[in-house]
């Protein structure tokens, strides 16, 4: 098979840039289009292509799109008609969700439909690193909130930006936000003087929409145990333990029986790498339909710098995902006894 | 077909059979695996109507074969008169058109849906035997056939022994792993006997048998099929030491193909609610899930193992 090569100029057309070849199949990568003018300006490109490359096909992905399917299937139509026969046949677009092409429209060769798992996974990478402004305020306040849990001190606001992956001026805009909590020192350094009642509370309301977490289930659950010890065995680094046993961690006396699901956070993975992931945990998992109660969850964390901690042998997600994934599993009075715990400490 | 203890049945076996040829004999196929997961459980039974005996080594299977019916002939047991081949062969008769050793015990009525016959194999002769082979055992009555299939040799690797009766039963996931290998894929072929009133996919029966040990394995046993690979990757070096490396790339991918067909599939359940798990609950969907573990785990493990 031939090698792929990304965000390269395409030979013989006007310094044409694509997101990928291979051979000669070209890709154009797009990812959560919610307009339908983003995908006409990506196919018209292709389409120009494939004017001036006679023998070459392009293909358009879209990643986890908004649009219909019923009104992608009608701008193909429309598209058929306003471009060359000639051209139109060699034009595909391929929409793939959570990892795995829930829709066609052309057909792909066989080494296309081989390599478009690899090439939308590192595609998604980059766009997965760009985090989102309507993020911005609570992840800057998760980051806060466990630098303070820490006792680590004073934050430079460059360090605010490694941390988050926010521009200055969106960082000065969240704190404005929160200036009632913010104390500033004389080094454009800042860092919380008391816990930000309103704004964890709400954090806690919307966490479910800001988090970005998949739920798992199995008709026969394995024991949390085994899971554990299987992930110990990855000794993957790029993840950690949350919920009940990062809980664990921060406050040994906790109020917990049991283990009732998994909580795991991991750092900026595409969902095909989670799907796999979770496979090697247990190939019997299966995605949660709406209202199944999972027994296995996974976070993903979007920004720059994971916090994680280090435990013996596994790492721990911050204090904040935990105590986040002890409210989204309804344990709401242990999460009140950790939470009371971080702050006495912080205090002290 | 009958509802029995798969207990029960076994030490009526051993006890009509020749002391000396008990060595000898591995019970395989749902009685089994019914001995292996629930021989202690007077609640569960299996529904079967065959108990396939396995003569090993083949080298001594004909004379043990022939014992074995001699003894239980005397003893009254009759042949099983229901389908092809009822009459024995003389020594014109071809051997891949000899009749199989099938008898009822004493007494029962093999109209009777409760009963019950004993079937004879055996191994086959050589790691280069490739589909069904006859072996002839000549007894007075006339000609008969020991039938053995390729990957009949995996259920005789490292049988348990049931100390009291002095027969051997396979390892479940021997069997497992024959029925695995003898389909790569979903074959159009269907059984002559019915399930109920369906006609099944031999294929769909035999990897359902699959996916009905994993459940019994699962709930039983263990809760991770990774050491399944290895115990499999010893009984193909031991089988097969010329192919077992292609065979371990090969081993799940009927089970793949009949894990992405709903069709087959929910034929392959009927088959298992029917008859190994007919006294679980269990719904179509954990059984897809135990072919998942089974895959990732077991599979997957074993092609890993088994190097480039």
Known sequence: MERIRYEVEVEDTCKTRVDAIMGKSIFEYKARVTDIR???????????????????????????????????????????????????????????????????????????????????????????????????????LRILLVYWF?????????????????????????????????????????????????????????????????????????????????????????????????????????????IPRLDLSVHNWSTGKIDKFVRTLDPGLKRIETGE??????????????????????????????????????QESQASELLEHLKERTYQ | MSQINAADVLKNVADAVPEDCRENIVIIGSLAAAYAYFSNDSNKAVRTKDIDCLLKPFLVASDKGEAITRKLLDAKWHPRLIGERQTPGTPDTPDNELPAVRLYPPGVDQGDENAWFIELLTEPESPKDLGKKWTRMIIDEGHFGLPSFR????????????????IYYARPQMMALANMLEHPEI????????????RIKRTNKDLGRVL???????????????KWAYD?????????????????????????????????????????????????????????????????????????????
């Open chain 1, 38 to 140: 983003i995908i006409h300006s990506a196919f018209f490109l292709l389409a120009g292509i494939m004017a001036d490359l006679s023998d070459h096909r392009g293909i358009l992905i879209l990643d986890e799109t908004k649009i219909s399917g019923p009104r992608l299937k009608n701008e193909w139509e429309t598209l058929s008609k306003l471009i060359q026969p000639l051209i139109f046949s060699r034009l595909v677009i391929v929409v793939i969700f959570n990892g795995a092409i829930i829709k066609k429209l052309g057909d792909l060769t066989s080494e296309e439909s081989e390599v478009i798992s690899e090439i939308q996974e590192k595609l998604s990478q980059k766009f997965r690193n760009q985090p989102r402004k309507s993020d911005a305020f609570f992840e800057i």
């Open chain 1, 150 to 258: 820490r006792g680590y001190g004073p934050l430079q606001l460059n360090k605010v930006s490694q941390l988050s992956g926010f521009s200055y001026p969106t960082i000065a805009l969240t704190l404005e936000k929160m200036e009632v909590y913010i104390k500033r020192h004389s080094d454009r350094s800042i860092e919380l003087k008391s816990f930000p009642g309103d704004s964890w509370f709400k954090l806690i309301a919307v966490s479910d929409g800001v988090r970005k977490s998949r739920g798992y289930w199995a008709y026969q659950p394995k024991n949390i145990d085994n899971l554990i010890e299987r992930l110990t065995e990855k000794n993957d680094y790029d993840v950690a333990c949350g919920g009940i046993i990062g809980a664990r961690f921060y406050l040994p006396g906790i109020d917990l029986v049991g």
């Open chain 1, 293 to 330: 109660i999972p027994q296995v969850v996974i976070h993903n964390i979007f920004r720059p710098d994971s916090l994680f901690n280090q435990s013996n042998h596994l790492q721990i997600a911050d204090e904040v995902e935990c105590l986040l994934d002890l409210y989204e599993a309804r």
């Open chain 2, 151 to 166: 990957y009949l040799s995996l259920t005789a690797f490292r049988p348990e022994k049931i100390e009291e009766l002095g």
């Open chain 2, 187 to 198: 074959k159009p072929e269907r059984m002559s006997t019915t399930y109920g009133d369906r």
């Open chain 2, 212 to 226: 009905a040990i994993g459940y019994l394995e699962q709930e039983k046993v263990i809760k991770d099929f990774r």
């Open chain 2, 232 to 308: 499999w990757r010893d009984a193909l070096q031991s089988c097969f030491p010329d192919d077992w490396k292609n065979m371990s790339m090969v081993a799940g991918s009927g089970l793949r193909a009949l894990l992405e067909s709903p069709e087959d599939m929910e034929e392959a359940y009927y088959t298992c609610v029917y008859g190994l798990l007919s006294t679980f609950g269990v719904r179509q969907g954990a059984l897809l899930e135990v072919g998942e573990r089974i895959m990732g785990d077991a599979v997957d493990t074993l092609i890993e193992i088994s190097g480039p």
